[in-house]
């Protein structure tokens, strides 16, 4: 089957300084995916390359096809169709991404004019659906509210029904629930998932959290500076976590239970962009560190059907895995 | 120093702001902390976790005396408070000490780190000028960092070696207490745990109590002896965190604990309707009541206190102390 997305080899440097160095992935229709890592690992500039949404300092290379549509270098008209129309995105603050001097219902209903040329009482009809679809109560009524009158857990429901308003095909939804609160975020996870299976929408999920990831998306892409060093359907991700970034991410979760013990903390912090590591970007802070690791930049190698890991210690489907103790 | 015995004791601490709606509104009283008592045994760690708004960052500066407390009273090491900004309050300070969530906010740009470390020193008069930079050198070899990095600046640091640096000068007065604001939610996971570790060493170094503010269950569980749940300007469950953690007493607790996010999670998860409540537009009764699936009308109308279960756990829900069975939530009641 076709994705409906497909990256290959995209990167990103600012000012020669690389961001991205060579991003390799797929999102098929309706999928969830997630994307996983630290700050500065490269996985909003991911898809704010993909959408040409980057400063033009930003120089970008490689390619971004969305159903046999080449993005990269795609002329603006093309992009402003794509962009809000088959490929929406909602940021981690909500606050911020709405217009605090205009009425929600306004904003929704300029994003219907744009992408769906509805006006009118047709429009506010839809903005009320869509308001309803996202579950803000009384909806009729809040059409006419500011922003600021509305919590950052509703706010943030009423980008998801502006991103929804174009009837997008994938939903790129970078750290939407880090600015909330826990019970608040929850809600946030529930309607994303009951909106996907609604409308067979595909998602992109970016989060910082493996434990967010792990409940709304199928398939996970694990980032190190600038690269995906491991890929694979959650539940193996967890089970058999195979690149050493994963299983100190996975370690560095305190438990829910079991008895107390000291986290298996990753030494170090992430290399500036302009220090990168000659060869793996995570070999400074990996405790299997050897000379070949420096040597080269390992490329992904699959484990399995669908398990790919970017360590040289991961030889294809010839020796079982050791686990870590996590 | 003696081992064991309560260091840190705050009874009925209130605290009331005024806050104006809109230009020319009324100024309407937001009662941020509403009644708050704990106890904090010496070496010890107690986790104060809540979503936004709880008021556990305006108790951990009410304990501090950093905010004076409309009613209540504080004692630290046996003795009452003195009264903030006094000569008495401020020597008692050098041993509380606060660390923030933002280390870039907390550290001075224009002054190396090793400058920063040495001033609460140089402040309090602690020890003989001469030995000053060798103890800011153990200080900041005691938190994990070279001393050559004291020369730095926090802009040439990481997030992480930031808030190492700030650790180093919180402790730096020798203090008895640490209040830890969200000490490691501005950090990445990875550094996080380093954070964590690193607070759990040095409590075993120096036997520091510390007041662990957070909003992460699996944070506070990792480093906290005891813990307190708040909702709203109160506590609303206190006790061990395995306790708290595997069987939350208060519906507040049980859908907090179930909105923790990980992998493998059994179970469906309790995602509780409505916003969390505005501190200003207090509900009556219990103020989750609104928000609670087992709400009964006695729940509406009367605040259940903080009591002890048989099992030690306290508890503030009149449905957890058998007083009142199991209702089906109770809407609140708009104030026509």
Redesign the interface.
Known sequence: MMPLVRLTGLSVAFDGAPALRGIDLSVAKGEAVGLVGESGCGKSVTWLAALGLLPPKARITGSVMLDGQELIGAPAPVLERVRGGRIAMIFQDPSSSLNPVHRIGKQIMEALGLHRGMTGSNARAEAKRLLDLVGIPDAARRLDAYPHELSGGQNQRVMIAIALAGQPELLVADEPTTALDVTIQAQILELLQSIRRQMGMALVLISHDLGVIAEACERVAVMYAGRIVEEAPVAQLFDAAAHPYTQGLIGALPPMDGPRRRLAAIPGGVPEPWAMPPGCGFAPRCQFRSAPCDAAIPGLMGLSDQHRAACIRVAPAAMPLERIPA | MKAGGALLEAEGLVRRYAMRRGLLGRAVEVRAVDGVSLKLERGRTLGLVG??GCGKSTTGRLVLGMETPDAGRVSFDGAVMPQPGSAAWRAMRARMQMVFQDPLGALDRRLPIATQVGEPIEIHGIGARSERAARVETLLRAVGLRPDQGARYPHEL????RQRAVLARALATDPALLVCDEPISAL???????V??LL?DLQEQFGTAMLFVS?DL??V??VSHRVAVMYLGRIVEEGEP?GV??EPAHPYSR??V????????AGQ?I??QG??PNPADRPSGCAFHPRCPVATSLCARETPALKARPDGRLVACHVAHGEVSAGQGHARQEAA
Not at chain 2, 158 to 161: E, K
């Open positions: 979503e936004s990481s997030g992480g070696q990445d996971v990875s550094i996080q745990a380093q964590m570790n759990v909003h699996r944070a569980r990792q395995d953690l595997h859908a907090l179930s909105a923790i996010p990980h992998p493998g999670r998860r995602v509780l916003d969390p």
